[in-house]
Nanobody
């Protein structure tokens, strides 16, 4: 059974850093594109970043580009989101999502592309 479990969220001051983890079970990352999304109170869930099955293609939303870095460890079957220089507007519940694909370079931050979701982890940026 495919399962995604996020961890690493918490409370951090503006300018601080966090690393989120998305642990996958029931499938191998080499056949799936993984995306990170976030949802702030009262707002739509938005795409943040993605990484292709090969790991060779990544993408970021304009609001996080240059501050966030996505990576994967196939041996651990885990995808990470390193978040630096955090801002109050980054406060949200962060979700990882997966979609099986035959395209090793596929990477999308569009919510409709994904059909498996984790439960989310809360990130709060506040002084």
């Amino acid at each position: 059974q495919l399962q995604l479990v996020e961890s690493g969220g918490g409370l951090v001051q503006p300018g601080g850093s966090l690393r989120l983890s998305c642990a996958a079970s029931g499938f191998t990352l080499g056949n799936y594109v993984i995306g990170w999304f976030r949802q702030a109170p009262g707002k739509e869930r938005e795409g943040v970043s993605c990484i292709s099955p090969s790991g060779g293609t990544t993408d970021y939303s304009a609001s996080v580009k240059g501050r966030f870095t996505i990576s994967k460890d196939n041996a651990r079957n885990t995808v990470y989101l390193q978040m630096n220089n955090l801002k109050p507007e980054d406060t949200a519940i962060y979700y990882c999502a997966a979609r099986r694909t035959l395209l090793q370079s596929m990477c999308s931050i569009r919510r409709r592309e994904y059909n498996a979701w984790g439960q989310g982890t809360q990130v709060t940026v506040s002084s």
